[in-house]
C-alpha cells in the first residue's frame, strides 16, 4: 500500500496530531492506494478548538472587514496557484474526474474571491423614524463561533462556501470535514492559514462522527453549519433548538429532471445525462428522478440509455474518463442493494451492467451508469435518495402530470425542465416546488452570488452563498439613533 501524505489539524493556529488513531483516506478508484494519513481527532480536541476560536473571536470580529476580506482574497489566490495540482488530489482522493477536480478548486477560488468583496457592500440597512429627530439602523454582527460540517461530495466547494461568509461577517470557525477527504480539507486550511488567518480564526479536525457531534453539540457553539444527510442534518437541528442555537442544514433531495413533449430531445440528453452521471451521481443537486411525457418517452429513452452506455467509466486521473467510482465500499454495496431492490420491486432496467472500468482496478468503488423505468411510484428508489449514478425514470401523460409528479418527494431541492414553450417554462417556476429550477439546463450547479438551497425536507434555515448567506452567519441589531438634544 502506498504510504500516503502524513497530515495534521489546525488548532489555534498551530499544525497539531490529534489525539485518536491513524486514519487514512484511501484513493476509491483503487483502495490499495493510501491518499493521507492523520492522526484523528478527539473530543478532547474539540474543546481545545472550540477554545480557541472563542480567544480569537473579539479581534477577529474587530478586525475591519476589509482586511478580512483581504485574507480570503489571497487564499483565493492560492488556489488558483495550485489548481491543477490539488485538483488532481481531490480526483484521487474523492473519485470525481480530474476536470472535475480542478473545475472545484477554481470554484473554490471563485467563492472566496465573492466573499472577499462583502466589505464593499452595503452593511445593514437604513430607515425613517416616525419620530422626530431619530434615525434608525439595521446593523449585523458575527454570531460568534460556528461549528462547520461538510460532506465528502464537494471536498473544496462547500467548506468554502460556508468558510467564507462565516469568516467574512467576523465568525471564527471550527471545522470538521468528512472523514474521507482529509487531504482537500488540509489544502483549503493550508491557504487560509497562509494567507494570513490569524491563530484560532480556522481551526480544522480531522475525525469520525462523534467529533462531528461533539462539534455539533458543543455548549460553546454559537451556530452550526451543515451538509450532508437528512438524518445527520435533523439531529444536529435538533441538538441546536435545544440548546437556543441556529442550525443550517443542507440536506437530500431527489431531484427530477422533467422533458415535456416539445422539448429540444438533443440539449435534454446532454443535460440529463450531466445531471445523472457527472460526479457518479454524489451530488445533493443530481437528477435522480426523470419523468418523460409519453409522446417522446420511447425515443428519448432510447437515445439516454446508449449514450449512458458509452460513457466512459474508470480510474479518474485518466484523461477521457467521464465517470470514477463512488466513495466508498458501503457506498457501492448501498447503491448496488437499492437497484437490486427496485428490480425485485418490477423496475426495467434501460441500460447494460457494463464491464471492468476503463485504466482501473476491478476492485475499485464502481458503479455502472443506470437507468431504471418505473412501473408505479411505489418502488423505493422513487423516494430514496441512493446518492449514485442511478436515474429513476416515469413517463407523464400531460405537462400537468409530469409537474405533479415531479413534485411526488419529500424533498425540494432542484429540479429541471426541459421545453421550448414559455408558457409552459412560466408554470413550472409556478408550480414545481423547489430552491432550485433550472430551464433546459442539468439540476446541478451553483453560482456563489445567489442563494442556494431547498424547499420542502431539503433545507433547514436560511439559504447559503450570496447575500443569504449573511442571513444565518450574521444576527442584526435594531439601532434607534438620536442626538443627545431633546426633539421635543
Ligand atoms: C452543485 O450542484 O454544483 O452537496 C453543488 C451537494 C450540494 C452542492 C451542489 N450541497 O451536492
Redesign the pocket.
Known sequence: MHSGVQLCNLIGGKWVPGAGAEMASISPADPDVAVARVLTAQVDDVDRAVAAARSAQPSWRRTPAHERGAVLARAASILEDFADQWGSDLAREEGKTRLEGVAEVRRGAQILRYFSTEADRSEGDHYGSPRRGERILVTRKPLGVVGVIT?F??PI??PAWKIAPALSYGNTVVWKPASTVPLLAFHLAQALHTAGAPAGVLNLLIGDGPVGRALAEHREIDGVTF?GSTGVGRAIASAGASRGVPVQA?MGGKNAAVVLADADLEVAVDEVLLGAFRSSGQ????TSRLIVDDRVADSFLSQLGARADSLRVGDPLVDGVQMGPVIDRAAQVAIHAGIERAMEQGARRLTSVTGDPTGSPSQGYFVAPTILELPTGDVDVWRDELFGPVLAVRRASSPEHAFELANDSEFGLSAAVFTQDLTRALEAIDDIDVGILHVNSET???DPHVP?GGAKRSSYGPKEQGQSAREFYTHTTTVYLRGAQSTL
Open positions: 460532506p461530495n464537494f466547494a462547500i451538509t443542507e451530488k445533493c443537486t443530481a446541478a450547479g451553483a442556494f
